[in-house]
């Protein structure tokens, strides 16, 4: 079937969820952070993921805002870094994520295709708008889905449904991509034909499902609508 609609998650996917870290480690008088940056980073993420799937198993859902602050609060305790300016700094860097290199070229060939193009993500509107805005994908996006809609994250299939909601056409039109194996295996079982940008060359995910095709940057989604 015909891929009418492009969807993409945004942290990871669309936008370098690495950065902040990286970049403020490279700024004066950062040496501890320059020493153990990657691994603040990794936690960073690995706890604001973890604690989405908690919430939304508790059913004790809170934005992804203050869960992204949650998260970093611990890595930096993991990482023995106890500084509320350079909590303020990596939250500032982290509100506007910069896209990957190839994020803009390929949003652009995707409008030339004259397909729908749309971000769904865990990020709650007040990052998703400064991110979006500062790395100038605006232009090619038909619009940004947020899970506060749905008040909880994913992989729950009625996020998944905001898209249905907001393009009415058939899952099997609707092309998701995202950096996260199991939020990709999350949107086949859903019923999207689904692209896993696995960017790190990560083992796949044994669960429910399985996306129907790995890549290791945007590029190659090209050549799929």
Known sequence: MTIT?????AYGTLFDVDAAAR???KQPGQAQLAAVWGTLSKDWRAKQLEYTWLRAIGGRHIPFWQ???DALDWAMENNGLRDNALRAKLLAVYKECPAFP????TLKALREKDVNIAILSNGSPDMLVPAVR???IGQYLDDVLSVEDAQIYKPHASVYDLVWDRFDVPQAQVLFASSNGWDAAGAAGYGFATVWVNRAGAPQDRLWAAPHRTIK??????DLV
């Open 67 to 69: 869960v992204t602050q």
């Open 134 to 136: 500062s790395s100038g």
């Open 102 to 105: 190839e994020v803009v070229s």
């Open 5 to 9: 609609t492009c969807i993409f998650d």
């Open 23 to 25: 970049e403020v480690a």
């Open 217 to 222: 940057s945007l590029k190659p989604l090209l």
